[in-house]
């Protein structure tokens, strides 16, 4: 085996959930779902996925979650 070889890193997986997808993995509704991208500067802001589809990054909402519980400590 070569020992100069160079490795090649695996691109990132993103996961994207849609809408309802988002609000139930939060346990809100999409009308408050929607409100936090709004109002709330630190939630993750959707992408569109096609025309007229938007959604979230799975890791963008893991993210803000951790934030969330990190600040109550």
Do not use: C, Y
Not at 11 to 19: A, D, G, I, K, R
Request: charged letters at 25%.
């Amino acid at each position: 085996m070569n020992s100069s070889a160079t490795q090649v890193e695996a691109p990132p997986v993103w996961l994207v959930l849609s809408l309802a997808e988002s609000a139930h993995a939060l346990s809100i509704g999409r009308t408050k779902l929607w409100q936090l991208a709004r109002e709330d500067p630190s939630f993750p802001k959707p992408i569109e996925i096609s025309a007229g589809r938007k959604g979230f990054v799975l890791s963008d909402i893991e993210a803000w979650l951790r934030s969330r519980t990190e600040a109550r400590s």
